[in-house]
Nanobody, 123 residues
Framework: VQLQASGGGLVQPGGSLRLSCAAS????????IGWFRQAPGKEREGVSCISGSDGSTDYADFVKGRFTISRDNAKNTVYLQMNSLKPEDTAVYYC?????????????????WGQGTQVTVSS
């Protein structure tokens, strides 16, 4: 049972990346999925989440209008489309799954965590 985050890389300011969070050993649509990030010397912060029950989404204010979370149940994968990237978006991005959206989004607690993928926004 694991989550595999991928898709990070180096991108110039204003550019785009799409992160993927693929699950193996369990069905993602039974869970709420969240994306989190942690920059050096900073605490982990929530970026976006999507519920397992109705697909509702939520975003941190600092990514609203720029990032979009989505899920493809057939591929057992959740995506984070990141547009208009800024240098302050530089961080390691993690995905996590929990069967309770509140516990995942408000408390940053998850049953499963991916290993993280590095996103660097720099010219």
């Amino acid at each position: 049972v694991q989550l595999q985050a991928s898709g990070g890389g180096l991108v110039q300011p204003g550019g785009s990346l799409r992160l993927s969070c693929a699950a193996s050993g369990f069905t993602l649509d039974d869970y709420a999925i969240g994306w989190f990030r942690q920059a050096p010397g900073k605490e982990r912060e929530g970026v976006s989440c999507i519920s397992g029950s109705d697909g509702s989404t939520d975003y941190a204010d600092f990514v609203k209008g720029r990032f979009t979370i989505s899920r493809d149940n057939a591929k057992n994968t959740v995506y984070l489309q990141m547009n208009s990237l800024k240098p302050e978006d530089t961080a390691v991005y993690y995905c996590a799954a929990d069967d309770m959206l509140f516990r995942l989004w408000a408390l940053h607690q998850g049953d499963y965590w991916g290993q993280g993928t590095q996103v660097t926004v720099s010219s």
